[in-house]
């Protein structure tokens, strides 16, 4: 069975790298510009009372964690408060195609209606199309834009 929590600053050393090392796998498919420190600092940095980071995984009895959403909440003056900016959605490789994406983004959606969240936004890459099957599946919808970055 598969459990979606919310993770807070109470998680446990053992927890949180449970945690990096699943965003680790993430970071590795996509060409990471920073190591595990700098996940570590930035997971720990997240779960510190009142950041506007927020994270939710998909824990598995038998093998832990196998699944995390990492998102911000912000403001826009276009939504008319608050939104969050879904940063990751990953899932490991051999938990995919079991739902547990979906059971994340759910998770993700019920706890946004409670706090009165206006929306929701992401972004993946143009090819991935399973991917934009699921988002599209729940009521997500394409926005035309391009999106520009900056790095220090």
Excluded: C
Excluded at 1 to 7: G, P, S
Excluded at 122 to 134: F, H, P, Q, S, Y
């Amino acid at each position: 069975m598969i459990e979606i929590v919310e993770v807070d600053n109470h998680a446990d050393q053992l927890l949180r790298t449970q945690i990096v090392d699943l965003l680790m796998e993430q970071m590795q498919s996509i060409g990471p510009k920073d190591g595990r420190p700098e996940l570590e600092e930035t997971i720990n940095r997240a779960l510190e009372p009142g950041s506007k980071a927020h994270l939710f995984i998909a824990i598995s009895e038998q093998n832990g964690v196998v699944g995390a959403a990492f998102l911000n909440v912000g403001l826009s003056l276009g939504k008319g408060g608050q939104y969050i900016w879904l940063n990751d959605l990953f899932v490991t490789k051999d938990f995919r195609n079991r739902g547990i994406a979906k059971k994340l983004l759910l998770r993700i959606i019920y706890w946004a209606e409670q706090k009165k969240i206006k929306g929701i936004e992401l972004e993946t890459g143009r090819n991935n199309e399973a991917t934009k099957a699921l988002y599209n599946s729940l009521g997500f919808y394409d926005v035309i834009s391009k999106r520009y970055g900056f790095r220090f």
